[in-house]
């Protein structure tokens, strides 16, 4: 059974920094990031392929960095100058290209106070 558990979710105030880990149970060529804030719909935060390419959502550009372990099947988001708009449920995700399943955590609370 495939396992995605999320951990490194806490209560920051403004301008702090979190990092956020991601354990798989098994290989992925993507992961990525998302969130889900109270009342919008989940969105992309930031996808690091196999090879070490990643991309981010606009609105965290220069502040966060994804990143990943291949030898012990990890991914990390790190998390600086924390903003209130921050705050949300935080998913991994990962799959092993575009035709096969898509898997999730359950997601790790990230509040950020101003």
């Known amino acids: 059974q495939v396992q995605l558990v999320e951990s490194g979710g806490a209560l920051v105030q403004a301008g702090e920094s979190l990092r956020l880990s991601c354990a798989a149970s098994?290989?992925?060529?993507?992961m990525a990031w998302y969130r889900q804030a109270p009342g919008k719909q989940r969105e992309l935060v930031a996808h690091?392929?196999?090879?070490?390419?990643?991309n981010y959502a606009d609105s965290v550009k220069g502040r966060f960095t994804i990143s990943r372990d291949n030898a012990k099947n990890m991914v990390y988001l790190q998390m600086n100058s924390l903003k209130p708009e921050d705050t949300a449920v935080y998913y991994c995700?990962?799959?092993?290209?575009?035709?096969?399943?898509?898997?999730w955590g359950r997601g790790t609370q990230v509040t950020v106070s101003s």
């Open positions: 995700n990962a799959n092993s290209g575009p035709i096969s399943l898509n898997y």
């Open positions: 690091i392929a196999g090879g070490g390419v990643t």
């Open positions: 098994r290989s992925f060529f993507n």
